[in-house]
């Protein structure tokens, strides 16, 4: 097992050990959904309150090991395999900084939960963008569309473009930091219209190709 996979596996246990840990310590009723002012506006038992997002991410894990594995063009992502191993993680570690968030608000250390989160956006953002700019060809990886699965020449020119606009989308996140009020506008907004371009522009690119 090399150096990635291990801390996949660890961050996978550090889920339920905090939870685990933490678990006496709660209030019967945890907070557990927030506006975009960063305030609670939702709540649910202790038990799903700690437990709902590490049995996510474990279900979540499991079908980023298994696709993979059974995907027509596995190969090709054998080819970006170290890339794709490290956005697990990444994607773990997002997800394991969620959960803690979660519980250091419950545990009255109260901030303003949009701010403290939207920084975390920007990263995933970004190194999704490392991802895409790596990925050949596959049915479970990418920006997956018609004419990208159609074609090589398709399928690289457009993830090279993708690779850009996502790394862009990731710094454009981070400017919710210091204006929390619109963190929407910095979060999704960049990425929507990203995505959507890609999807246009590869089937242009397919097109002009043909």
């Given amino acids: 097992m090399n150096k990635t996979r291990l801390l996949i596996l660890s961050v ?5 050990v905090i939870s685990i840990y933490v678990y006496p310590l709660m209030p019967d009723m945890v907070a557990s959904h927030w506006d975009m002012a960063g305030e609670a506006d939702g709540y649910s038992s202790k038990f ?14 499991i079908l980023l090991i298994v696709v993979p594995k059974i995907d027509p063009l596995k190969d090709n992502i054998n080819k970006f395999r170290d890339y794709f191993d490290k956005f ?19 545990l009255e250390y109260y901030f303003n939960f949009t701010q403290f989160l939207t920084p975390a956006f920007g990263f995933l953002f970004y190194y999704i963008g490392i991802l895409i700019g790596k990925a050949q060809r596959n049915w479970s990886i990418g920006i997956r569309t018609p004419w990208t699965l159609s074609s090589d020449f398709v399928w690289d020119k457009t993830h090279k473009l993708g690779s850009k606009l996502f790394k862009l989308s990731g710094v454009i996140a981070l400017v919710s930091i210091i204006l929390p009020k619109y963190a929407i506008v910095f979060v999704l ?9 890609v ?12």
């Fill in 189 to 197: 907004v960049p990425v929507l219209i990203s995505s959507l371009y």
């Fill in 12 to 16: 996978s246990l550090l889920f339920f």
């Fill in 199 to 210: 999807l246009v522009y590869s089937y242009i690119i397919y097109n002009k190709n043909k």
């Fill in 88 to 106: 697990i993680l990444v994607f773990l570690t997002f997800f394991l900084y969620l959960h803690i968030l979660t519980i250091a608000y419950n």
């Fill in 48 to 61: 799903w309150g700690l437990f709902l997002i590490p049995i996510i991410s474990l279900v979540i894990l």
